[in-house]
């Protein structure tokens, strides 16, 4: 009787470790991007930049530097390039740059640019309040498109900061296309 009640008893402590394991995968991506919005991990800022915005005033007393690079993923057949490689901004103070891409693939393709920010302490600090990288983007063949990036730096950054340099990798997201109507809503096109 007692290796029945020790069978049932594994049993049980058995299928709920199954079940916490289960319930701890299924959690893990919103908890992932959770803790990446609050402390401003691989580039996701706060959800509430717009928010955060409206009530700062813009620090005429420091300068940053923010720099633009961009790398293609794999052999993607992209032309890829911020146009302007670097610009210099008052803590508080917004901006609007620009990317450049142009599709030379010789066919139609949805790519997704996924962000970098260093140093790393300074990435919940740049605030993007519209990028082209919070959506995939699809082009057609050969087609160019100049995609905008609207930031701040929020003025609490700390003074050790001087220069901060935001990086993206353009990606094949054809394997993953979300269900969006196939528009270039947000690009400017050439």
């Not at 007393?61 to 961009?70: A, G, H, N």
């Not at 146009?83 to 103070?93: A, V």
């Not at 393709?109 to 962000?115: D, M, R, S």
């Not at 950054?157 to 196939?182: G, N």
Request: aromatic content about 12%; overall charge positive; charged content about 20%.
């Amino acid at each position: 009787m007692t290796t029945k009640k020790s069978h049932k008893r594994l049993t049980l402590i058995l299928g709920c470790g199954v079940l916490f394991m289960f319930g701890f995968c299924y959690m893990l991506i919103p908890l992932y991007e959770l803790v990446c919005k609050k402390e401003g991990i691989n580039g996701k800022g706060a959800s509430s930049a717009a928010v955060i915005q409206s009530g700062m005033t813009v620090d005429h007393s420091r300068v940053i530097k923010v720099d633009f690079s961009t790398s293609l993923h794999a052999n993607l057949k992209f032309k890829f390039i911020p146009l302007e490689r670097h610009i210099t901004i008052h803590p508080g103070e917004t901006k609007l740059i620009y990317f450049y891409a142009e599709n030379q693939t010789g066919h139609e393709i949805t790519a997704q640019a996924v962000p970098s920010i260093t140093p790393s302490d300074a990435a919940k600090y740049l605030k993007k309040t519209q990028c082209f990288c919070f959506t995939q983007q699809y082009f057609f063949k050969k087609e160019k498109a100049d995609m905008p990036v609207y930031f701040f730096i929020d003025p609490s950054v700390p003074k050790e900061i001087k220069e901060i340099t935001l990086s993206y990798t353009l990606f094949d997201a054809s394997a993953f296309p979300k269900k969006q109507a196939r528009v270039t809503q947000g690009r400017i096109d050439l």
